[in-house]
Structures are given as structure tokens and as C-alpha cells.
């Protein structure tokens, strides 16, 4: 199994922290352009930006959590499968 990395943006501090264990859920649209892909942490606590990648496990852990201006950037280690 490998992983990897997504970033997410978390607007209230707190939810959660490094080494924690996160569900995701995955949402779609339909473009112009193809298909697109974005993931939540369960439940409503950080979106993910827009890939055309999709993921093959809704499973991860958080590797950082990193204060910016307004909001926090959220690392998580997805663990797909090949």
C-alpha cells in the first residue's frame, strides 16, 4: 500500500491534531473539463482543493497541522492502494 499526501483547509482551530485517524468523504462535479474530485474530513471539519485524481481509499492519517493568517492547512497521509 502507498500513500498519499493531501492538503485540506481547516477554518476553526482545535478539530484535530497530527497522528490522528480521519475518515474522508468524497464528492464530485461534472465539468467542461471532465470529471472533478474534492474530499471532506469527516465530519465537516476541513476540505481538500479540487483533483482530477481520484482517491482509491477514503481512509488517513493527519501528518501536520499548520497555522496560516486565517485558517489552518491540514496534511493527511491517505493510504491508497495500488
Given at each position: 500500500?502507498?500513500g498519499?499526501?493531501?492538503?485540506?483547509?481547516?477554518?476553526?482551530?482545535?478539530?484535530?491534531?497530527?497522528?490522528?485517524?480521519?475518515?474522508?468523504?468524497?464528492?464530485?462535479?461534472?465539468?467542461?473539463?471532465?470529471?472533478?474530485?474534492?474530499?471532506?474530513?469527516?465530519?465537516?471539519?476541513?476540505?481538500?482543493?479540487?483533483?482530477?485524481?481520484?482517491?482509491?481509499?477514503?481512509?488517513?492519517?493527519?501528518?501536520?497541522?499548520?497555522a496560516?493568517?486565517?485558517?489552518?492547512?491540514?496534511?493527511?497521509?491517505?493510504?491508497?492502494?495500488?
Amino acid at each position: 500500500m502507498m500513500g498519499r499526501e493531501m492538503e485540506f483547509r481547516m477554518e476553526r482551530a482545535g478539530l484535530i491534531q497530527a497522528g490522528d485517524r480521519v475518515s474522508l468523504k468524497e464528492d464530485s462535479l461534472s465539468t467542461m473539463a471532465g470529471i472533478i474530485y474534492y474530499y471532506t474530513i469527516r465530519d465537516a471539519v476541513a476540505m481538500s482543493n479540487n483533483t482530477k485524481k481520484r482517491l482509491s481509499s477514503l481512509e488517513g492519517t493527519v501528518r501536520s497541522v499548520e497555522a496560516k493568517e486565517s485558517y489552518w492547512t491540514v496534511t493527511v497521509d491517505v493510504e491508497e492502494q495500488v
